[in-house]
C-alpha cells in the first residue's frame, strides 16, 4: 500500500490517502480541510478513491468530507457511537472555535471488526478516549495504523472535549494499541508518524 500525508488547514491535520499500486483503488483518511489539495493529489496520481474513512469527528478532520464525497461519489464512515458528534457543530467543535459550522452525516457506521478495503484487510479498532467514539483503522498485512487523535508521537490526544474521557484513553492505548508489534508504523492525526516500538519505549502514557 501507497501513503500519502497531506497535512491540511489551520490545525495542521494530517490527512492520509492510501491507495494500491496497481489498482489504483484509494481511500481517504480524516480529510480535514482544503479539499482541493486532496483532489490534485488524486488527479496527479491517477486514483480512484472509494471510500472516506473518519477516526473520529472534529471539525479539523471532517471539513472536506462533504465536497470530496460529492465529487467522487463515495461514502463516508465513522463509527457508529461518533455519529452524533460528527452532526453535532457544538459536540465537533466547528461552533465554538469561530468558523462555519461543519457536519459530515456519515453514510455507513462502523462497528469493531474487520472487513477488505481496496484489496487489503483492515482491522477496526474501537479507541475511545479523545472522543467516545475514536477509531483506529489497522492493516495487519501492510503494519501500517491510522491512529487520529488517539495515540501521537509521543503523547496522546486530549480529554477535556465533549465526549472524552481519560481513563479511557489510557485504556485504549494500553490495552488495544499496545498489543500490536512493534514495527507497525504509526500513523496520526497530527505530527509526525512512529513505530509502536518508538511508543512503547518513549510514550510516558505507555504502562511500563
Known amino acids: 500500500m501507497k501513503v500519502k500525508a497531506l497535512v491540511l488547514g489551520s490545525m495542521r491535520t494530517n490527512c492520509y490517502i492510501g491507495s494500491h499500486p496497481e489498482t489504483k483503488a484509494a481511500f481517504i483518511v480524516d480529510p480535514g480541510a482544503d479539499a482541493a489539495a486532496i483532489q490534485s493529489y488524486i488527479a496527479e496520481e491517477g486514483l480512484l478513491p472509494e471510500m472516506i474513512l473518519l477516526t473520529h469527528g472534529h471539525y479539523d478532520h471532517i471539513g472536506a468530507v462533504n465536497e470530496l464525497r460529492a465529487a467522487y461519489d463515495i461514502p463516508c464512515l465513522c463509527a457508529r457511537t461518533e455519529a452524533p458528534l460528527v452532526g453535532d457543530p457544538a459536540l465537533n467543535l466547528s461552533s465554538s472555535f469561530g468558523r462555519k459550522h461543519v457536519t459530515a452525516i456519515p453514510d455507513e457506521v462502523l462497528d469493531e471488526g474487520e472487513r477488505t478495503v481496496i484489496g487489503y484487510g483492515m482491522q477496526i479498532i474501537a479507541t475511545p478516549g479523545h472522543t467516545g467514539g475514536g477509531m483506529c483503522f489497522y492493516f495487519p498485512t501492510e503494519k501500517l495504523i491510522f491512529t487520529g487523535d488517539t495515540l501521537f508521537r509521543g503523547t496522546i490526544g486530549r480529554t477535556d472535549l465533549p465526549t472524552g474521557d481519560y481513563e479511557a484513553l489510557l485504556k485504549s492505548l494500553n490495552v488495544k494499541l499496545m498489543r500490536l508489534d512493534d514495527d507497525v508504523i504509526v500513523y496520526p492525526g497530527h505530527g509526525f508518524r ?15
Not at 512512529?194 to 511500563?208: D, F, G, H, L, W
Request: aromatic share 6%.
Open 194 to 208: 512512529s513505530t509502536i516500538a518508538i511508543e512503547r519505549e518513549q510514550n510516558p502514557y505507555v504502562e511500563k
